[in-house]
């Protein structure tokens, strides 16, 4: 079974810090996808990042980072030099490997809030 | 290039009523999924169409019913209305057909049962 666990419930931050986002997932796929949304007070998921499992490189995207270890089930997300912008829940989900007999459903973990103060 | 959208915004039932979720993918897009969003909770998978065929299924009971249409627009119906069915309505569109696997979502409906 899937699973994915974000133990940080909220994250208070103050602006210019950097703070990271943990991310834990279970399955039994050797070929599954991670991902990254955001989802601002309006409640639109904004997609922002998909990894897959054979790929363990870390992305980095502007102010926005990601590490992803196989070894640990982990995909953390990193914010460098936050804005209040960026203040949203934040949510990771896991896809197991897709048929397209079969589809992709996404599980999400429960999502982490975080506020970030002027 | 127009994002998913979905309507209505907003939708007060009572209890015992029967509602009708509408969601138009995104261009190009052949794949919808339906998802329910519980106020604090991450959402729940509900199920996905592609090529008008439900292709997996969440744990929702039958009450929750969907349909695609050929142009790839979804509808997502909900019978016999609980409170506990109170929740955000997302709908997220991708494609199956050319192996584009990320799932961009709507606005969402947000329902409240009385």
């Known amino acids: 079974a899937q699973k994915v666990t974000q133990a940080q419930t909220e994250i208070s931050v103050v602006e210019k810090e950097d703070v990271t986002l943990d991310c834990v997932y279970e399955?039994?796929?050797?070929?599954?996808?991670l991902f990254w949304y955001k989802q601002p007070p309006s409640g639109e998921l904004v997609f922002l990042i998909r990894r897959n499992s054979f790929d363990e490189q870390n992305e980095i995207s502007g102010r926005y980072s990601w590490n992803f270890q196989k070894s640990t089930s982990s995909f953390n997300f990193t914010i460098t030099a936050s804005q209040v912008v960026d203040s949203a829940v934040y949510f990771c989900?896991?896809?197991?490997?897709?048929?397209?007999?079969?589809?992709?459903?996404?599980?999400f973990g429960a999502g982490t809030i975080l506020r970030v103060k002027s | 290039d127009a994002g998913v959208t979905q309507s209505p915004t907003h939708l007060i039932k009572t209890r015992g009523q029967q509602v009708t979720l509408r969601c138009s993918p995104k261009s190009g897009h052949d794949t919808v999924s339906w998802y329910q969003q519980a106020l604090g909770q991450g959402p729940q998978f509900i199920f996905q169409?592609?090529?008008?065929?439900?292709?997996q299924r969440g744990n929702f009971p039958d009450r929750f019913s969907g349909h695609q249409f050929p142009n790839y627009s979804s509808e997502l119906n909900v019978n016999a209305l609980l409170l506990g069915d109170s929740a955000l309505y997302l709908c997220?569109?991708?494609?199956?057909?050319?192996?584009?696997?990320?799932?961009?979502f709507g606005p969402g409906t947000r329902l409240t049962v009385t």
């Open positions: 399955t039994r796929d050797t070929t599954y996808y």
């Open positions: 169409y592609y090529e008008e065929e439900e292709r």
């Open positions: 997220a569109s991708s494609s199956l057909g050319t192996g584009s696997y990320e799932q961009y």
């Open positions: 989900a896991l896809s197991e490997a897709v048929l397209r007999e079969y589809g992709n459903k996404l599980v």
